[in-house]
């Protein structure tokens, strides 16, 4: 740290940034500031001045709020709090939540313009829910302190801050999330509301409860079982209560319909060798099933076995469906090095769904897929700035991006989730 970190700025913000934070100079100097909005004045300190591109800095007050400010949807996140006591998770819960999508909007555009050169009129859609962005998280993990107290960390940190409430989880989630009890020597606590059955309240590795009932305590008794169903539309998805799956309440949905459309029917071969890639326990691969018919052939591939043995399970009505456990890079690469010349044409035809980690598929998967010249590819992205790097990627090899959508997945946080059509450039 040098001489500028601890030190208070008065500065204006002017643009937003990725990651949750807003944008201001001081003396030239670029500074990411938390807590702020653009179009406001704020007394700020520094947090990290050892860049020599930017600083970093923490919003302590406003001088000059936004139109778009309100009072922060969660009180523990407060700007009244000091900033090392403001739980994190809700970075964007001061801000009118429509603006909040318009952010999002200008953090997805920005970089698909910087990165891939694409200029694009996305908008960010709302799903069901409160209009103030509450009540949508299935899943919140706790984190124990030294002392055995439950709560999120605080923002951009790993310090437990002890909570009241958590305004994000649905109804049944907040009724039994154990906020006022003690877990000495537990690492952190999952509370889990699936849509069919009982919510779970796992600590650690083991499960404590199946707590039904609004305001029952955990009682350390271990249930039967950890498998739990997840239902979208008319169709049941098993999975492990601690295995991923989309935290709002009306995700699953939404995505599903979002690649369902995404898809050009025009280009989709139900026989061919089509693959969705970080599968999961299905969701997607079902989605093409249920669009495309019984006669769909799909290879799913995820690193998780337990997760793979859920989605061989969840689209068994598919002949032509199988699940494989694998590193989808590995996955890849051999599938190039080995693929006959008859397997090589069946790739052609396909068409691949690719739902990476916030970290994106990155070069060396790209660079694969796009050696199996692939008719399309439906790329759902939770991170702008790792679709935008990965859309330039794919465009040095040939692909165009024809179709994007954008949802708000995540109420009251930065997080934005994308669903991207790319096509070779020579059939565009």
């Known amino acids: 740290m040098g001489e500028w970190s601890g030190r208070q700025v008065e500065i204006e913000v002017t643009n937003v940034a990725?990651?949750?934070v807003a944008v201001a100079r001081h003396e030239g100097r670029v500074i990411f500031v938390s807590d702020a909005i653009p179009g406001e004045t704020v007394l700020a300190r520094i947090t990290d001045d050892s860049k020599e591109s930017f600083w970093r800095a923490e919003t302590l007050s406003v001088v000059e709020a936004s139109e778009f400010r309100r009072p922060h949807i969660w009180p523990a996140a407060g700007i009244d709090r000091a900033p090392e006591d403001r739980a994190g998770g809700a970075e964007f819960g001061h801000i009118v939540t429509a603006h909040q999508r318009e952010l999002k909007r200008q953090v997805l555009?920005?970089?698909?313009q910087r990165m891939a050169?694409?200029?694009?009129?996305?908008?960010?859609?709302?799903?069901?829910?409160?209009?103030?962005?509450?009540g949508w998280r299935t899943r919140v993990r706790l984190h124990v302190a030294a002392d055995g107290r439950p709560g999120p960390y605080a923002a951009r940190s790993h310090r437990v801050i002890s909570v009241d409430d958590l305004p994000l989880a649905v109804p049944e989630l907040a009724a039994i999330a154990p906020l006022e009890e003690r877990f000495p020597g537990i690492d952190h606590i999952d509370v889990v509301v699936p849509s069919l059955g009982n919510p779970f309240v796992l600590t650690s590795g083991a499960q404590r409860t199946d707590a039904r009932k609004q305001g029952r305590k955990a009682t350390g008794q271990r249930p039967k079982a950890q498998r739990i169903l997840e239902r979208v539309g008319d169709r049941d998805f098993r999975l492990d209560a601690r295995g991923f799956w989309q935290v709002h309440r009306h995700a699953a949905q939404t995505l599903?319909?979002?690649v369902q459309e995404a898809v050009d029917a025009n280009?989709?071969?139900?026989?061919?060798?089509?693959?969705?890639l970080y599968g999961g326990v299905g969701l997607l691969a079902a989605a093409l099933g249920d669009r495309f018919g019984s006669a769909l052939r799909i290879t799913t591939v995820e690193s998780d076995p337990l997760a793979t043995d859920h989605a061989a399970e969840n689209l068994s009505e598919w002949v032509g469906a199988a699940a494989i456990t694998a590193r989808v890079e590995n996955y890849v690469t051999q599938l190039g090095a080995t693929a006959s010349s008859a397997e090589r044409d069946r790739l052609a035809r396909g068409s691949i769904v690719l739902d990476p980690p916030r970290s994106g598929a990155g070069k060396a998967?790209?660079?694969?897929?796009?050696?199996?010249?692939?008719?399309?590819?439906?790329?759902?992205?939770?991170?702008?700035v790792a679709l935008a790097r990965d859309v330039a990627l794919f465009g040095g090899f040939g692909y165009e991006l024809t179709r994007l959508r954008a949802f708000d997945l995540f109420p009251n946080t930065h997080h934005v989730e994308a669903v991207a059509t790319l096509v070779p450039a020579e059939v565009f």
């Not at 050169?117 to 509450?134: F, M, N, R, S």
């Open 18 to 20: 990725h990651g949750g």
């Open 109 to 112: 555009a920005d970089s698909l």
């Open 117 to 134: 050169g694409i200029q694009t009129d996305v908008t960010v859609d709302a799903l069901p829910g409160a209009e103030d962005g509450t």
């Open 256 to 258: 599903t319909t979002a």
């Open 267 to 276: 280009r989709f071969d139900p026989r061919a060798a089509n693959l969705d």
């Open 365 to 384: 998967v790209v660079r694969e897929i796009a050696a199996l010249r692939p008719a399309q590819v439906v790329y759902v992205a939770c991170d702008p």
